[in-house]
């Protein structure tokens, strides 16, 4: 599938941000920014993308971020050096490629979420 062929430097910045909203106000508008996408599964984000790999990371990175928050999760915390969130980021898309490639009509808000506990070992 050729949502997963995502570059590395693509997803960089899926997981590189700090994820704890500073304010209230920030959580909103995450969620705000989220909930347009979160009816994609694996195989219509692909389909919508036409590969277009921007949109596919866009997508991803807001379903991330929601995930993160809900989860109260700060990056830093797991990882602090540049290779410690290569190899993070490296996890977070294996983990995403294989909860699609297991079921592509599964929603991707969910497997995003399911990829965040797999590859930060929660």
């Known amino acids: 599938m050729r949502f997963f062929k995502?570059?590395?430097?693509?997803?960089?910045?899926?997981?590189?941000?700090?994820?704890?909203?500073?304010?209230?106000?920030?959580?909103?508008?995450?969620?705000?920014?989220?909930?347009?996408?979160?009816?994609?599964?694996?195989?219509?984000i692909a389909e919508e993308a036409d590969g277009d790999e921007a949109f596919v990371v866009a997508v991803v990175g807001k379903m991330t971020a929601l995930s993160l928050h809900n989860r109260q999760i700060n990056i830093e915390d797991h990882a602090t050096s540049d290779e410690e969130k290569a190899q993070l980021r490296e996890a977070f898309i294996a983990a995403l490629s294989e909860g699609c490639a297991?079921?592509?009509?599964?929603?991707?808000?969910?497997?995003?979420?399911?990829?965040?506990?797999?590859s930060l070992g929660l």
């Open 6 to 44: 995502l570059k590395m430097s693509a997803c960089a910045a899926i997981l590189a941000a700090p994820c704890v909203a500073a304010a209230d106000e920030a959580a909103e508008q995450m969620v705000q920014d989220a909930l347009p996408v979160m009816h994609y599964t694996c195989a219509s």
């Open 102 to 118: 297991a079921d592509k009509d599964a929603l991707l808000g969910g497997v995003v979420d399911n990829a965040v506990k797999t």
